[in-house]
């Protein structure tokens, strides 16, 4: 007997397909019908799922033309008082580990299939990409899916909000080498803990792979993130025309 997805259910698998890149940014979703269809759900099913994805930004449906993938829609912008506090890269860390302590762990507890689907495809991708803006984009929406597998809402909220400040952090650590490096392994190790549902060893490796900055920034650790992010990724800040450019188009707010 065939078991039929909930709607949670069908917006994972969908989520997998598009953040993925199964399903690439600008190409159409297939019809109601044919959702209805593969998945053997009812077309209001499939019209809540997608409503679903709309709210969150995934996709946009243009009226006579269909439904569209939008990957790069999930992630909002930050508010404007973050940037003028000029946070430094031990803060932003600091923050992060906060919160993504708490996310891996409970993804460790709560993660369905499908999620660790989802969060297993975008390492895959990370480590095959060269390219620093793909793999900054791919390794944010690692970060914020496995905050999505927590099934707590508030606290992938928390995470989204500082979403640019972690792309600039991103930006330096890429740049550097030694970071990206040393860090990329764990967040394997991370994924293992949240597929075993291990929650002190997600949790663990979570925040040991955010803590290698604290060994690898030297005395740029204390200065504003902005500062770092503009040094190490000078040829994309020139690429792109400016650092809120080049964020943006990582974190999707230009879409």
Do not use: K
């Not at 569209?68 to 508010?79: A, E, H, I």
């Amino acid at each position: 007997m065939t078991i039929r997805p909930t709607v949670d259910q069908l917006v994972d698998l969908l989520e997998t397909e598009i953040v993925s890149g199964r399903l690439e940014s600008g190409s159409p979703l297939p019809s109601e019908r044919t959702l209805s269809i593969d998945y053997g759900v009812g077309r209001p099913l499939v019209r809540e799922a997608l409503r679903s994805l709309a709210s969150r930004g995934l996709v946009e449906t243009s009226p006579g033309r269909g439904t569209y993938v939008n990957s790069s829609g999930r992630f909002g912008p930050l508010d404007s008082v973050h940037l003028a506090r000029l946070a430094t890269a031990r803060q932003v860390v600091e923050a992060r580990v906060t919160i993504e302590s708490q996310t891996a762990g409970l993804a460790a507890e709560r993660a369905t299939p499908q999620q660790i689907e989802l969060l297993t495809a975008l390492l895959d991708r990370v480590g095959s990409t060269r390219d620093p803006v793909q793999r900054s984009r791919l390794d944010l929406a690692f970060h914020l899916s496995v905050a999505r597998a927590s099934n707590n809402p508030v606290l992938e909220a928390m995470l989204a909000s500082i979403a640019p400040l972690m792309v600039q952090l991103m930006m330096r650590s890429i740049g550097d080498g030694r970071t990206a490096e040393r860090s990329h392994p764990l967040h394997w190790e991370c994924l293992d803990a949240i597929r075993s549902s291990d929650r002190r060893g997600a949790s663990a490796a979570m925040e040991s792979h955010l803590r290698v900055a604290d060994e690898t920034f030297g005395d740029g650790y204390d200065e504003p993130i902005q500062l770092g992010a503009s040094n190490y990724a000078r040829s994309l800040v020139n690429d792109y025309g400016s650092l809120d450019a080049l964020v943006a188009a990582v974190v999707g707010s230009t879409h």
